[in-house]
């Protein structure tokens, strides 16, 4: 299982960003995908995650301004992010528990910066 993330870049605050996350290779599915960051010197912590039946959890830092979804039919997930603050800078990766499996995959990060 292959993990490709991109929609990161650089963004003033108040801005908006939406990341997507394809999963590719052995997959018939997604179970769970999540939405993940690491700010420089802090510890990756989680963003947002939806499952199989499309419920959702975010972050305290996320509610209300950042919005996870899923395409199942194209094996992708999706996060919406608005009034981005410059503390919202960080790498961002999308993690996949497949429908088949106990293994969650990780994509390779990307970077998102907010400036203010």
């Known amino acids: 299982v292959q993990l490709q993330a991109s929609g990161g870049g650089l963004v003033q605050a108040g801005g908006s960003l939406r990341l997507s996350c394809a999963a590719s290779g052995n997959i018939l599915g997604i179970n769970r995908m999540g939405w993940y960051r690491q700010a420089p010197g802090k510890q990756r912590e989680l963003v947002a995650v939806i499952s199989s039946d499309d419920s959702t959890n975010y972050a305290d830092s996320a509610k209300g301004r950042f919005t996870i979804s899923r395409d199942n039919a194209k094996n992708t997930g999706y996060l919406q992010m608005n009034s981005l603050k410059p503390e919202d800078t960080a790498v961002y990766y999308c993690?996949?528990?497949?429908?088949?499996?106990?293994?969650?995959?990780w994509g390779q990060g990307t970077l998102v910066t907010v400036s203010s």
């Open positions: 993690a996949v528990l497949p429908s088949r499996g106990s293994s969650w995959y």
